[in-house]
Structure formats: structure tokens, C-alpha cells
């Protein structure tokens, strides 16, 4: 159990606990009570949760909320999903940076490795590479780049979640998606700010194409159009 979980579930049962005990208060005094480690606060004899007791009406019960929690935790067909594209890889990436709609796409390679971490609900990914970018002095020239990434699936929200960062700038993008098993791909939105007031939506489709080729799709919304403005092409490296 991870000890997130272990905190959550305490403070929410303490939290019934004194609840509990401040609805008990307000209409008769505390019998049968003991008294706290710090001499001061008397502690009902049956808090919230512990045995004999039950939650307040409306608030659920800290025993159920444990069992949800756990049930919450564990690892489904999705978590194994993300965990199918683990492994080395490597893209070839095309960037439409030029406005002019005539005019051949930027492209470079790089290499990515995909790896399952927390007994597999989640997926790290480092990216690096090369590409072209305007320096300071506006001419062209050849950046590495390093991106690192983590995906997942939220049992909670129901939908697939991940972040992204790299040495590009200074923000995390966070995305929400879906995966469609008739088509087999993902489809990601998020929203992201590279300079102060400038948001853009975005949306990501991944493909996959079978267990060694993947691709990703990348959309960005330009004055209320939406515009294909990358696509990285991946293969499993042997």
C-alpha cells in the first residue's frame, strides 16, 4: 500500500472520529470516555470507525472508505495496457512550425524508453534527441532535447491521465484521455501556455500499430482551427 493512501485513510478516519465526537458533545456530556496521552482531551469510548460505532449520518464509515480506497488501488486492464508499451524505442518526428502550409516540415530522431514503475500503475517515459530550433540569434541550429513523461490511469476519474516536462521550459503539462480498443488509440487533451496569455488547446492521438510501431498525432487549436502541428513515428527497438 502506498503511504499516500495510508495517510488519506487515517486523517479521514480521525477526521470522522472528531466529528463524531463533536455531535456527541453538543447533546449530552461523555460517558465512559478515557482520556488522551495529553491528559486533556477526553476520547469517546466508541469514536468513529472503531468497534460497536458506526459514522455519523451522511458520512461514510472509515472502514468502507478503507475498502473502497484498496479497491481503488488496484491495478486493471488499463494500468496493464500502458504497461504493454514498455521497452526501448525509436521515433523520427516532424514538426509544421512554418506558417506557410506549403512548406516541408522540420524532422529529426530520437530515442525513447518507456518503463513501468509502482508495480505498474504508472509509466515513466525519457525522451531525448535532436532538433532545430531559432537560437537567440534567430538562425536555426541543432538543440538536444530531454522530455520526461508519466502516464496512468485514474480509477477514480475513470480516464487516462499524464504529465509532461522538459528542458524546452519550465511548466508541467497535465492531460486527461480515453483509449478506443476499436481503433486502438488514445486521444489526449490538455491545455498548454508556453508564453504568458497565449493557452492553446491541444489534442494528442497515439496509435498503436502493433506491438513494435506506435505513432503519436499533435493538434493544436489556432484562432478556432485546429491544426496537426507534430507527428512522431516510434519503433521497438530489437
Known amino acids: 500500500m502506498k503511504t499516500s493512501l495510508i495517510v488519506t485513510v487515517f486523517m479521514a478516519a480521525t477526521s470522522l472520529a472528531v466529528s463524531s465526537f463533536a455531535q456527541q458533545t453538543t447533546t449530552?456530556?461523555?460517558t465512559g470516555g478515557k482520556v488522551s496521552?495529553?491528559?486533556?482531551?477526553?476520547?469517546?469510548a466508541n469514536p468513529a470507525g472503531g468497534p460497536g460505532a458506526s459514522a455519523p449520518t451522511g458520512q461514510p464509515n472509515a472502514a468502507d472508505m478503507m475498502k473502497q480506497m484498496m479497491e481503488l488501488s488496484k491495478i486493471g486492464e488499463n494500468h496493464k495496457l500502458l504497461s504493454s508499451l514498455d521497452g526501448n524505442w525509436d521515433y523520427t518526428i516532424k514538426f509544421w512550425m512554418n506558417p506557410d502550409p506549403n512548406a516541408k516540415p522540420q524532422e529529426s530522431k530520437g530515442s525513447a524508453t518507456r518503463k513501468s514503475v509502482m508495480g505498474g500503475r504508472y509509466v515513466m517515459m525519457d525522451v531525448s534527441g535532436k532538433m532545430q530550433m531559432p537560437g537567440e540569434d534567430g538562425k536555426m541550429k541543432d538543440m538536444q532535447f530531454k522530455g520526461m513523461g508519466l502516464e496512468g490511469y485514474d480509477n477514480v476519474k475513470n480516464k487516462f491521465v499524464a504529465s509532461w516536462i522538459d528542458n524546452m521550459g519550465t511548466g508541467i503539462e497535465f492531460s486527461e484521455g480515453t483509449y478506443d480498443p476499436a481503433t486502438k488509440s488514445f486521444t489526449y487533451t490538455s491545455e498548454m501556455e508556453p508564453v504568458p496569455g497565449m493557452k492553446t488547446a491541444v489534442r494528442e492521438v497515439i496509435k498503436i500499430a502493433d506491438d513494435n510501431h506506435m505513432?503519436?498525432?499533435?493538434?493544436?487549436n489556432q484562432g478556432g482551427q485546429e491544426k496537426k502541428t507534430m507527428e512522431i513515428n516510434y519503433t521497438k527497438k530489437k
Do not use: I, K, T
Open 28 to 30: 449530552s456530556p461523555v
Open 215 to 220: 505513432s503519436l498525432e499533435w493538434y493544436e
Open 37 to 44: 496521552n495529553a491528559g486533556q482531551v477526553p476520547v469517546p
